[in-house]
């Protein structure tokens, strides 16, 4: 059934639809349907370009899939507020998009998460992202874990850091 509403009579239509006791008592899901087109959720991410306004999705998606560099393809959809989702055709081409993090695209920061087949991509949190910072010019003695950890919980939340055997940093940097 279709049927016309204006905005005039919107609110007075939305309080007559009521349903039906034989509606109320609910849908029964067969249970092959829960799964079906999850099969492939291990390859999709799904991500959040933080820029304040709006900007070219084509042009986007020319330039991630040219960064990405992927060897078998990726499909990127745009759903609302901004999120996008990304499908690989391979596991190895959506790790290496995780494992580059953190992407950008005209000088904005592209957040990605991965996604679990029972999650919605729309609350999944896309507020934050982790990125490597060098601390150039400390003496051997300070690049160790201790400083990195003061340094990285100062500009947000330390994570990790790459050591040598003695627990420093190894190379010029911390």
């Known amino acids: 059934m ?3 509403v204006t905005k005039a ?6 309080k007559s639809i009521r ?19 999850t099969e492939s959720y291990h390859l ?8 304040g306004r709006s900007y070219n999705f084509e042009g986007f998606c020319t330039t991630i899939r040219g960064m990405f560099s992927t060897v078998k393809g990726v499909e990127i959809k745009q759903l609302r507020e901004g999120r996008v ?19 950008s695209f005209d000088k904005h920061v592209l957040i990605l998460n991965s996604i679990r087949v029972d999650e919605n ?32 919980n100062h500009l947000g939340s330390f994570r990790d850091m790459e050591m040598d055997d003695e627990g420093c940093a190894w190379g010029a940097t911390l």
């Open 121 to 152: 991509p729309m609350h999944i949190d896309l507020s934050c992202c982790d990125f490597y910072v060098h601390v150039h010019d400390l003496p051997r003695s300070r690049m160790n874990l201790g400083v990195a950890t003061l340094i990285g």
């Open 2 to 4: 279709a049927s016309r």
């Open 9 to 14: 009579n919107l609110g007075r239509f939305s």
């Open 85 to 103: 989702f990304f499908r690989f055709n391979h596991i190895i081409d959506r790790d290496r998009a995780l494992k580059g993090c953190p992407w």
């Open 44 to 51: 999709c991410l799904v991500g959040r370009l933080l820029a």
């Open 19 to 37: 349903l039906r006791d034989d509606e109320e008592a609910g849908m029964v899901m067969p249970d092959g349907l829960w799964n079906m087109g």
